[in-house]
């Protein structure tokens, strides 16, 4: 064997383990080998799923405000995106509930939307006031 310098020993070492690497390297994301490394291109593709994964995750905050409805009205509870730390852009639904009415008054709502916020319509159709609590949930992107 021929007298190789230390920079030629580790050059050659060097190619050897870039050769092994190129030969052994994995390409997919289904490879369950623990001895090889991942691609960068598959480092990449996961990378780009949690992306995907985080920009779709919804969360919900709620609301709520205490109002009384005279009998035969009806009146509305407004939040503003604003107000409430919601970036409007994110918005994606929201829902209303009241809480049961006991008197045989029928109390309704209905939930609007528009560019800065969101109303809840409340109506008493009975014949006396109403005590009431909007809750709201408002869906949202992080």
Do not use: H
Not at 87 to 114: E, H, I, W
């Amino acid at each position: 064997m021929a007298n190789l310098s230390i920079k030629q020993v580790l050059t050659n070492l060097g190619k050897d383990i870039l050769n092994w690497v190129k030969s052994n390297c994995v390409n997919n994301l289904v490879s369950d080998a623990t001895n090889l490394p991942l691609s960068a291109a598959q480092g990449k593709v996961l990378q780009d799923q949690i992306t995907t994964l985080n920009s779709n995750i919804v969360v919900a905050k709620i609301f709520q405000k205490n109002i009384t409805v005279a009998a035969k009205t009806q009146t509305s509870v407004t939040w503003e995106f604003s107000s409430v730390g919601i970036d409007a852009s994110k918005f994606v639904n929201a829902f209303a509930s009241l809480n049961y009415v006991t008197n045989y008054n029928f109390t309704g709502s209905q939930v609007y939307t528009y560019s800065t916020g969101i109303r809840v319509q409340v109506w008493n159709n009975g014949s006396a006031e109403v005590k009431q609590t909007v809750k709201l949930c408002v869906l949202y992107k992080l």
